[in-house]
Nanobody, 124 residues
Framework: QVRLVESGGGLVQAGGSLRLSCAAS????????TGWFRQAPGKEREFVAA????????YYGDPAKGRFTISNDNAKSTVVLQMYRLKPEDTAVYYC?????????????????WGQGTQVTVSS
């Protein structure tokens, strides 16, 4: 059974950066489309970014455009979400998801496998 584990969350001041990683057991990420989503308290889950197999095409949700970068680190078998210029509204639990079941990368219900999430808190 594939298991996804996120890491890299934490507390950062507004304007700072964080690097989130998603590692998979029993999986080479380079052959799967992987997405990042986030969910803040009292809000719906939100698409952040995805990287599509096989050409590593990146896709970004509105919150991520111009500030976040998604990439495959094949040497470490991880998918990385590098976040810059963080804002308090970026505060949320961030989840990675894999095993895309349909064409669209932006819908959470299109992914089969999810990690447990990592908390990102941005202070003002």
């Amino acid at each position: 059974q594939v298991r996804l584990v996120e890491s890299g969350g934490g507390l950062v001041q507004a304007g700072g950066s964080l690097r989130l990683s998603c590692a998979a057991s029993g999986r080479t990420f380079s052959t799967y489309t992987t997405g990042w989503f986030r969910q803040a308290p009292g809000k719906e889950r939100e698409f952040v970014a995805a990287i599509r197999w096989p050409d590593d095409s990146p896709y970004y949700g509105d919150p991520a455009k111009g500030r976040f970068t998604i990439s495959n680190d094949n040497a470490k078998s991880t998918v990385v979400l590098q976040m810059y210029r963080l804002k308090p509204e970026d505060t949320a639990v961030y989840y990675c998801a894999s095993d895309l079941l349909r064409e669209s990368v932006v819908h959470g219900d299109g992914y089969k496998t999810w990690g447990q999430g990592t908390q990102v808190t941005v202070s003002s």
